[in-house]
């Protein structure tokens, strides 16, 4: 029973260009939503988070929109880099945090 | 330490014996979870502790894992008669815990590896 789904196992984009990485929930007690970044040998490390209550919130070069209607939220990146290629988790929290499948990411100089 | 430091970082075994990974949460966090990855998987649920509560475990794929955390602090994950399906990273993540909308560090992971 997945309750966290990146249907997406990897996305290609020119750098400069934005990447738009998809995220899905059944569960509707979800109430915080957050994107990790994870290199190769390494931990994920926290990127960007937004609460259930907001539908945007953004920092920097990423953007996540909350549609919760929907059951989806997106992170977007833009503009990318190839520093920005790596395996990207989206999690959501309610009592405890579940994560979904992950994208990688393939940013191209 | 500043961070979540796992260990050991890497460990190799024979198919049917017992492993133990061991986690150090960052200090005064509270909430400690663990997490696998398989090969070309996600990160997949395994158990969740929050401070003196009865751990959630289940994430567990069967009755030869199983995780205590003593004190409060440290957490030991053990694998028991292992199998190769078993081969995967191993992470654990510790939160302060408790007061929702919570930000996860996680450690840099035990590959394991059966043989």
């Known amino acids: 029973d997945q309750q966290v789904k990146q249907n997406s196992p990897s996305l290609s984009v020119q750098e400069g260009r934005i990447s738009i990485l998809n995220c899905d929930y059944t569960?509707?007690?979800?109430?915080?939503f957050l994107w990790y970044k994870k290199y190769p040998a390494e931990g994920p490390t926290f990127l960007i988070s937004?609460?259930?209550?907001?539908d945007k919130n953004e920092d920097g070069r990423f953007t996540v929109f909350l549609n919760k209607s929907a059951k989806h939220l997106s992170l977007h990146i833009v503009p990318s880099q190839p520093g920005d290629s790596a395996v990207y988790f989206c999690?959501?929290?309610?009592?405890?945090?579940?994560f979904g499948a992950g994208t990688r990411l393939f940013v191209k100089a | 330490g500043a961070g979540v430091s796992q260990s050991p970082s890497n460990k190799v075994t024979e198919k049917g014996k017992d492993v133990e990974l061991r986690c150090d949460p960052i200090s005064g966090h509270t909430a400690l979870y663990w997490y696998r990855q398989s090969l070309g998987q996600g990160l997949e649920f395994l158990i969740y502790?929050?401070?003196?509560?009865?751990?959630?475990k289940s994430g567990l794929p069967s009755d030869r894992f199983s995780a205590e955390r003593t004190g409060g602090s440290v957490s030991t994950l053990t694998i028991q008669r292992t199998q190769q399906e078993d081969s995967a990273v191993y992470l654990c993540a510790s939160s302060l815990g408790g007061q929702g909308y919570e930000k996860l560090f996680f450690g840099s992971g035990t590959q394991l590896s059966v043989l």
């Open positions: 569960n509707s007690m979800f109430d915080y």
């Open positions: 502790f929050q401070g003196n509560s009865a751990p959630d």
């Open positions: 937004i609460s259930s209550i907001k």
């Open positions: 999690a959501a929290q309610g009592f405890k945090t579940i």
